[in-house]
Every structure is written in structure tokens, then in C-alpha cells.
């Protein structure tokens, strides 16, 4: 009984923690990039960065934490888009 009830909870524990996180979008990233970002960057700036790294950079940018050129507003998965697009070579 005690085994079932311990993997019962961490399947649950799982499913609810998989459901937070959002698989990230690199071709959604690339076309975010090019709308808003590739003016000023180029892949290569961010040449052996992981998408976790980048991904707090970004959030740092539009959270008005870093100076940047100009005002960001993008959203959590804009985000983690562009990050993916940015680690994955752009």
C-alpha cells in the first residue's frame, strides 16, 4: 500500500511539474529575433551561452534590471523562444 501511495505522489508530483514548463520554440525565437532584435545582435553574440543563461539575460532586460537600447515587453515564452533560437547557433 505504501509503495503505491509513494508512486502515485510522484507521478503527481511530476505531471503538475511538466505541466509548468513550456517546451521552448526556436523557429518562433528566430522570427521574435528578426522582428525586434537582429537591428542590433547577431547570433554570434551569444556564441556558447545556454538557452537558461540567456533566457535570465532577456528576463533582466525587460524586467528594466540591464540597460538596453530600447524597451523590451515580451512575454515568458517570447523569452524562452528566443533564448532556444539564441543557444541553438541562430
Do not use: F, R
Request: glycine share 8%; with cysteine.
Amino acid at each position: 500500500m505504501w509503495k503505491k501511495l509513494v508512486t502515485a505522489g510522484s507521478v503527481a508530483t511530476l505531471m503538475a511539474w511538466t505541466a509548468g514548463v513550456q517546451a521552448a520554440d526556436v523557429e518562433a525565437g528566430k522570427a521574435k529575433v528578426e522582428e525586434i532584435c537582429a537591428d542590433c545582435h547577431d547570433p554570434a553574440d551569444w556564441e556558447g551561452e545556454d538557452a537558461a543563461t540567456l533566457q535570465s539575460m532577456i528576463k533582466d532586460v525587460v524586467s528594466g534590471t540591464v540597460k538596453h537600447k530600447k524597451k523590451l515587453d515580451l512575454t515568458d515564452a517570447e523569452i524562452a523562444n528566443i533564448a532556444a533560437y539564441w543557444a541553438s547557433g541562430g
